[in-house]
């Protein structure tokens, strides 16, 4: 295996809180063992015999995390972006999907998909599949040859669905996803690809199907956490419908909570938060659920804008998604830059007392915040080059007059990493380094 202790010289930039950057030119970062041991303005003594790497002139940034994204949705990217939510699932989403019952074209798109992923700059994913066993395990494969660190989840859907796409019985689904958390077991033979349970959302799951998943999480996670991942509130139409099919629970969040899988048995992850109720808020804060902010996908399928600012100033635990296919850049950078951009638009034209997100802000999001998700399902903490965390890293040449981001200007080195997020220059990440292992 290669050797992962080193040590990286560069313009280093990270984030120490969501208000706060830490930037350091010339600066010294030390991988032991694929953990960071600190960054230094001079490289200490005890370090001095490690094999150094210069990368002078160039920013040196942790790892990114994409908190959600639909790996099958990847070769429909940019089409289809006329329509809402529920129309944009049936005309596109799931016609698409219904494709990786055919293990060869699911070989021919996941294999676009890592190469791209494994190109841009997030060095973890959380990432839902399909419904297909086979398929499933495959993707998770590939993610592992590529280096990444991600969780994968097989979908489970047995209502509100079309027929060929639609698993027969919530017996069948809970049988055919207990099979694939056996192949992932046996299959994988790194700990960086580790499976998460994935009901699409309430709309499409039995209530015997959602119980029989949090069955699943309690009884899987008493080995290592198994966490949850799905979609909530992301659009009206959508969370009326759940008020019909649940007239039990309180709240979109309440019905996920009263079977059982709003972190009871373990972590998890909800996707987009568009349009929350006061009393889901405090829930999700109870519960520590994260939240996968997706400001492309809820422009793009006409959603609405999350209030992440309220979501920071109630101390919730939330990371970037780029959500492809609602999105179409597959770029944690391009979804900083839209988180950012879209609360402008919030605060101007929906809640003046929400102050917009800064720069800082939007980057701890896409770095430190969304890395924090891995830490709590047991996969590492990263985001950040804090003494401890997991080894992620990008090194991007953005002074190169060649790269398209070179600039006549005396820049900062916070001027420069706002250039790259407002650019989303991906195509200039020089190294990419992944728990201290080079993949890119």
Sequence with gaps: M???????????????????????????????????????????????????????????????????????????????????????????AFPEEAKFQDCEYAGLSYGMFVEALRRSPSCRAVIFATLHTPATVLLMEKLEEAGLVCFVGKLNMDRNCP??????????????????????????????IRPILSPRFIPSCSDELLRGLAGLQKEYGRKRPLPLQSHLSENRQEIEWVKKLCPQSRTYAGAYSDFGLFGEAGPAIMAHCVWPEDEEIELIKKRGVFIAHCPQSNTNLSSGIAPVRRFLE?????????????????????????????SKLRQALLAPEEKALGLEEAFYLGSAGGGAFFEQAGMGRSGSFDAGNDFDALVIDDMNPVSGLASPLHLSLRDRLERLVYLAADGNINAKYVRGLQVL
């Design 2 to 92: 290669e050797e992962r202790n080193f040590v990286i010289t560069g313009d280093i930039v990270h984030s120490k809180s969501p208000g706060e950057l830490e930037t350091l030119e010339n600066g010294c970062l030390v991988c032991i063992g694929g953990k960071s041991a600190g960054l230094f303005p001079a490289l200490p003594g005890e370090y001095r015999n490690l094999p150094q790497k210069d990368y002078g002139g160039k920013l040196v940034l942790p790892g990114l995390s994409d908190l959600h994204v639909h790996a099958p949705q990847f070769g429909f990217r940019a089409l289809g972006m006329d329509l809402e939510l529920l129309d944009w699932l049936n005309k596109n």
């Design 314 to 342: 109630a101390g919730l635990r939330l990371g970037l998604g780029t959500d492809v296919a609602g999105g179409v850049h597959l770029s944690v950078f391009r979804a900083m830059s839209d988180a950012i951009q879209v």
């Design 163 to 192: 027929p060929y796409l639609r698993e027969e019985s919530a017996a069948v689904s809970l049988s055919s996803t207990r099979e694939w958390l056996e192949q992932s077991e046996s299959k994988l033979k790194s700990a960086n």
